[in-house]
């Protein structure tokens, strides 16, 4: 099976294109964004590609918060203690020159680690300049960024997914599925493609316009993106021993590489009518007898009867050479098959929408990812803030500081033993009185304490509504003003109708905090599954990016709306219990604040689904309220 000739590829016949197009030049084709969680069907991409790349091509995995001394290059510092000389350590990007970087939980990883690898690509060069240590050297190579985020915001940083051509998906797919396309190519064509890749002439100049077309169709504002797509479509055609660009090469690129960066649904225009410009327009006035036939010049009379003379007969054609093709090459400048490449691009690029993109296209969302990854973890600190709270074994970076006393400390009962040892293997001392080793690096441990963050879940259905909406705005103004002595955020979650929405993201404005409270109107069913579901989605981003959520419930426990937002007291019933256990599987802090003017009982249930601290304040003013969250807050 050739790369032209299949139009529309199922999911994984497309990923494995994908895998062969990377092996033949990851350097040139930037690199590859998988999404997809740790499973046998990413670990079968995994095994295809290493199976389809060069037996001399480095590939090496680096973990998500890699030092910079281990990734660059520097001094190594255990080696120059050890020979009393500077040793330099060469890093991980010099290792993998014109071979693979395989980068795990790439949605997590920081963005300055993002930027020093993305410079590195752009420039192709490794330059380190500190700590009196000078590299400079060559370094190419293509990234394979495993993306496992679990929402649409947790993505690859888009400095590394902007440079990478190929995205792929994974999600979704079944192990059974992977078994096709398992032998399309062998490691020997592509190595043979990747040499044929290397003799091509740079003269795709329609290809490119082409895709440069699309791309403007789609929505992509990268410049890389059809850049990209003309070096993916020159791979194709090596992949099927060709030296020249076709036009199925390029709808392959377009499907590859354009259509998952789509952020928008192509619009297609008809073409003109060029039947229309050929011919003038009529013209509607009768011509006049005398004047039409004064005009008529003698010459062009002809007597009736009379035949027009024959036109001189045309020379026949030569006969082409004996050696030349049968088929004539089109006309390359001929602007309606410049316009046909385009419109057969466009519709390959539409066809292989991903379904995600398409339904959120066709909802008028923003497609995933568009407004960036990487976010996800980017709060987190490192090990340098905070207070002291004593040592542990570790290598001094930009996240950990060396304890100069405990790392001493740690070396001087081992030193008669490497005297020795020094002394058995014929080495002299010379001038060190201490040796030290890298398993003598201590490192200081530091405590910073968990932000908090307050997630109100505020009940906003039926006629006590405001009266519930007062009091958590009045919890909230006195949460803010502790804000600046405990560093606590506050949000914002109402569910009224038949669904819950989040009104204000955790923040510690109190000018935001008003003004959501303010324009939230009252009234409707109780979806309280569907508030808790919310509530329990925004602690988990919270936990995610390192602080400490706390779920303060406000209800009168009485749902009237299942999920589904069907009306139904049965079923929204269990949906809340059901939505409360996820959130006591979760290992949530929560508070649950009964706000019925009576005592009931569906309430207190949902309060010991949810392990929550339950309270019953039928009538609760803000200090009271306030005072209650502080005392359920994670310590």
């Known amino acids: 099976m050739s790369a032209a000739e299949a139009p529309d590829l199922a999911p994984w016949l497309r990923a ?137 915001d947790e993505r690859a940083p888009a400095a590394l997914a902007d440079r990478a051509a190929l995205w792929v998906d994974l999600d979704g797919l079944r192990h059974d599925a992977t078994d096709a396309a398992a032998a399309l190519w062998t490691r020997d064509d592509v190595v043979a493609a990747a040499r044929r890749v290397a003799g091509m002439r740079d003269d795709d100049t329609r290809a490119l316009e082409a895709l440069c077309t699309a791309a403007a169709a789609l929505g992509i504002a990268s410049l890389r993106a059809p850049l990209l797509a003309l070096r993916v479509a020159r791979i194709a055609a090596a992949l099927d021993g060709r030296e020249q660009v076709a036009d199925d090469d390029v709808t392959l690129a377009a499907q590859l590489v354009l259509a998952p960066r789509a952020t928008r649904m192509p619009v297609t225009e008809p073409p003109p009518d060029e039947s229309a410009d050929d011919e003038p327009p009529p013209d509607d006035t009768p011509p006049d007898d005398d004047t039409a036939a004064d005009d008529t010049p003698p010459e062009s009379a002809e007597a009736p009867g009379d035949t027009p003379p024959e036109p001189p007969p045309e020379p026949p054609p030569e006969p082409p050479p004996e050696d030349a093709d049968d088929t004539t090459p089109p006309d390359l400048d001929d ?108 490192v200081t441990r530091y405590r910073q304490p968990a932000e908090t963050v307050t997630i109100f879940v505020v009940d906003a259905s039926g006629s006590s509504a405001l009266n519930r909406l007062a009091e958590a705005k009045g919890a909230i103004e006195l949460l803010l003003a502790d804000c600046y002595v405990r560093r606590d955020q506050v949000a914002l979650v109402a569910f009224r109708g038949t669904d819950a929405e989040l009104l204000l993201p955790p923040t510690r404005s109190l000018v935001r905090a008003k003004r959501s409270l303010a324009g939230l109107p009252g009234g409707g069913g109780t979806p309280l599954a569907a508030g808790i579901d919310a509530a329990a989605k925004l602690a988990d981003d919270v936990r995610r990016r390192g602080a400490t959520p706390l779920v303060v419930v406000l209800t009168d426990g009485q749902a009237n709306i299942a999920r589904d937002g069907r009306p139904g007291r049965r079923q929204a019933g269990e949906d809340a219990l059901d939505a409360a256990r996820r959130v006591a599987i979760a290992g949530h802090a929560a508070l649950l604040i009964d706000t019925s003017p009576r005592r009931r009982g569906e309430a207190r249930a949902v309060a010991d689904a949810m392990r929550a601290r339950f309270l019953q304040l039928p009538r609760a003013d803000a200090g009271t309220l306030s005072r209650a969250v502080q005392a359920a807050a994670p310590v």
Not at 24 to 52: I, M, N, Q, S, Y
Not at 368 to 392: D, F, I, K, V
Not at 404 to 422: F, K, M, N
């Open 335 to 442: 602007p309606a098959l410049q316009r046909e490449l385009e419109e057969r691009v466009l519709e390959a690029a539409a066809a292989a929408l991903p379904p995600a993109l398409l339904a959120a296209l066709g909802a008028g969302r923003p497609p995933p990812g568009a407004g960036g990854g990487g976010r996800a973890g980017g709060t987190q600190q490192g090990g340098r803030r905070g207070r002291p709270a004593g040592t542990r074994r570790g290598t001094p970076d930009r996240n950990a500081r060396l304890n100069v006393v405990e790392t001493l400390r740690a070396a001087a009962p081992w030193q008669p033993l490497r005297r020795r040892q020094r002394a058995a293997a014929g080495e002299s001392a010379g001038e060190r009185r201490v040796e030290v080793r890298v398993e003598d690096f201590r």
């Open 16 to 152: 494995a294109m994908a895998a062969a197009v990377f092996a033949c030049d990851p350097p040139g084709t930037g690199g590859v964004v998988l999404r997809a969680r740790a499973g046998p069907v990413r670990e079968r991409w995994l095994a295809l590609l290493t199976g389809l790349l060069p037996t001399d091509c480095p590939l090496r995995r680096i973990p998500p918060r890699i030092a910079d001394d281990r990734l660059l290059g520097g001094l190594d510092l255990a080696a120059t203690l050890r020979s009393g000389r500077p040793v330099v350590e060469r890093g991980v990007l010099a290792d993998v020159d014109s071979g693979v970087l395989l980068v795990p939980m790439a949605e997590r990883i920081e963005r300055g680690l993002a930027a020093r690898l993305a410079a590195t690509m752009d420039t192709g060069r490794l330059v380190v300049q500190r700590e009196g240590v000078q590299i400079d050297t060559p370094v190419r190579f293509g990234i394979v960024a495993l993306d496992e985020g679990d929402d649409a």
